[in-house]
């Protein structure tokens, strides 16, 4: 079926050092979310693209959507320890408006 | 505010055991989700609603049923509890069928043990 790749599982980084997590659909979607999820907690949107090649920042957060809106990265420059959590990608398929959730990729604070 | 709220936050539950697990919505969205979410695993959708009294089955919905008898509340029951079944549990809503945006607002979550 339909499948959402995120990648890498887990990443560790030293305080100030940059993340990045990437997303990848084998089929095209309408719009890419992205959601944090924080040690304890539930997920909590952070923000939507929906065109091709759209760019937006939130602060030190960088979210890119593919060209072909099958593929998606998020990027934190200069991680601090608030950055801590799991970060999830969910695309709505074109196809049938259902949303497909990536694995998620925890970020992990190196004291 | 969108707000979503689970009947409990922790859950201990013997093998056989019928479980029911209710969420509410007080936003009046049309969808409501439930998923399981494991190490590693991410968020699996078990089941899903896009109107009072429908329902669809989501990746992994053996061993689970679900009721939606009124629009803002959506229920997820296991019928004979098993251990396999140990996870925390989130629901979610979202506004409306068809829309491109369909941004999910989730509850706090219950984290279920099987004994």
């Known amino acids: 079926g339909q499948q959402v790749m995120q990648i890498p599982q887990y990443q560790h980084v030293q305080e100030g050092e940059d993340f990045t997590t990437y997303c990848n659909s084998s089929?095209?979607?309408?719009?890419i979310q992205w959601y944090k999820q924080r040690p304890g907690g539930h997920p909590v949107f952070l923000i939507q693209?929906?065109?091709s090649g759209e760019v937006k920042k939130q602060k030190r957060l960088t979210f890119q959507f593919g060209e072909a809106k099958k593929n998606s990265s998020l990027h934190i420059t200069a991680t601090q320890t608030t950055d801590v959590g799991t970060y999830f990608c969910?695309?709505?398929?074109?196809?049938?408006?259902?949303?497909?959730w990536g694995a998620g990729t925890k970020l992990i604070i190196k004291p | 505010d969108v707000k979503v709220t689970q009947s409990s936050r922790y859950l201990v539950k013997r093998t056989g055991e019928k479980v029911f697990l209710e969420c509410v919505q007080d936003?009046?969205?049309?969808?409501m989700f439930w998923y399981r979410q494991d190490p590693g695993l991410g968020l699996r959708l078990i089941y899903f609603?896009?109107?009072?009294?429908?329902?669809e089955k989501g990746d992994i919905p053996e061993g689970y049923s679900v009721s939606r008898e009124k629009k803002e509340r959506f229920s997820l029951i296991l019928e004979s509890a098993s251990t396999n079944q140990t996870s925390m549990y989130l629901c979610?809503?979202?506004?409306?069928?068809?829309?491109?945006?369909?941004?999910?607002?989730f509850g706090p979550g219950t984290r279920l043990l099987v004994l």
């Open positions: 969910a695309g709505l398929l074109d196809s049938n408006y259902q949303l497909i």
């Open positions: 089929t095209t979607l309408s719009n």
């Open positions: 693209l929906v065109k």
């Open positions: 936003m009046d969205h049309e969808n």
């Open positions: 609603s896009y109107d009072v009294k429908m329902k």
């Open positions: 979610a809503s979202s506004l409306d069928p068809g829309l491109v945006d369909e941004t999910q607002y």
